[in-house]
């Protein structure tokens, strides 16, 4: 296994992400700018419900064209992208429950229970539950020495960003007393359908990055990250604080900050008792039904400024979103995603809305952005 002590240290990147240009309307009244900077000159003036052509993003921002031929750069939360046509033998898809047009079409047959498994609710409910895959689970060791090693050799610096306070469960909430059991529970059934990923370098750098972001929270969770063997694009936040992410998502991955922020987002869920205050029975059916709106919502939001705050970039979480969308109108299994949570649409609205200026001062790939490359031969 490489050590992670002897990786170099990587300088900073443009933060630009290219997609294929799209059809979007402004939400609002706005200006175009020369730059995106909120102090850049402007160049012209949009309407709200005003259509144009959405080309590439930066950080929190997006160049578009105007029907009249002026290009400028606006604020992504003012503007919505639509839908995409369906593309030669594939449908067109945004991800998300209730979306409105879109469809997802999975290209190839799901395989059976084993290597390569697709994580629906089809083949987690015939499953039989792993308890011995739980129990086996290495210890990847992590003190508060490993960490700032591993800080330092990516030239990772901590941003003084807020975070807000974890809601307590109350009371009510018996299940937080059994969180480790229901984690148990809950990871037995996902490892009876993808097994945990063999190669031990990829696991020691995931947790190596979580336990490097929980730095950020204190002590008062023990995080485990584990990658295990599926195309399905997902992550799990369960209750004890680990982190399950499908090798389908990881590989989507190009930078370490977008990896952060996957793991952010889910502790987030996880500090604040989300699935906990949801809880049904079987535990898993918890994960396979659709949460309340507003709180993955506010997993996105504080899983961006905690990334952001653990000195990752800002708008990595978009990035991902981004890649997402590209994914699924490729063929990619969302079946589980798109069945639980929000229309990415919204989801990036919703980030976007949620930007103050401790997160615009926070947008920059990382020094360790492209440490990631290192780590994902293997992972099919």
Request: proline share 6%; aromatic share 6%; charged share 20%.
């Amino acid at each position: 296994m490489r050590s992670w002590l002897l990786l170099p240290i990587f300088a900073l990147y443009s933060v630009i992400s290219f997609a294929e240009e799209q059809r979007a309307f402004f939400t609002a009244d706005d200006v175009l700018r020369a730059e995106p900077l909120p102090t850049a000159s402007v160049v012209a003036r949009a309407q709200a419900g005003e259509r144009v052509t959405a080309r590439e993003r930066r950080g929190f921002w997006r160049r578009v064209d105007l029907k009249s031929g002026t290009a400028g750069w606006v604020r992504i939360s003012s503007i919505r992208l639509l839908a995409p046509g369906p593309a030669a033998g594939l449908a067109a898809v945004a991800s998300g429950r209730d979306a409105t047009n879109n469809v997802v079409l999975v290209s190839g047959t799901r395989s059976m229970v084993g290597r390569g498994t697709t994580i629906d609710r089809s083949t987690i409910l015939a499953v039989s539950a792993d308890t011995a895959v739980m129990r086996a689970l290495p210890v990847i060791p992590s003190d508060a020495a490993l960490r700032a090693r591993f800080a330092t050799a990516g030239s990772l610096v901590p941003r003084k960003i807020k975070l807000p306070g974890p809601s307590p469960l109350g009371p009510s909430s018996a299940a937080a007393l059994d969180a480790r059991a229901i984690q148990e529970e809950i990871a037995a059934t996902v490892f009876g359908v993808a097994k945990p990923v063999p190669e031990v370098a990829v696991q020691t750098y995931v947790n190596q990055v979580g336990q490097w972001v929980a730095t950020r929270l204190g002590a008062s969770t023990s995080w485990r990250f584990v990658v295990v063997d599926s195309p399905s694009i997902i992550s799990l936040g369960l209750p004890g604080g680990l982190v399950v992410v499908s090798s389908g998502l990881y590989r989507l991955l190009t930078t370490e900050d977008e990896l952060a922020a996957v793991l952010a987002r889910e502790m987030a869920h996880v500090r604040r008792g989300h699935h906990l205050r949801s809880l049904r029975q079987p535990a898993i059916e918890t994960y396979l039904r659709p949460l309340d709106p507003a709180l993955d919502f506010i997993a996105d939001e504080e899983g961006m400024r905690l990334a952001a705050s653990a000195g990752y970039d800002a708008s990595a979480l978009i990035g991902v979103l981004e890649r997402i969308t590209t994914a699924s109108a490729q063929g990619a299994d969302v079946t589980l995603l798109r069945a639980t949570t929000p229309t990415i649409n919204d989801r990036i609205a919703t980030l976007a809305g949620a930007v103050t200026p401790d997160l615009d001062a926070a947008v920059g790939l990382s020094a360790a952005s492209a440490r990631i490359s290192q780590y994902k031969v293997g992972v099919q």
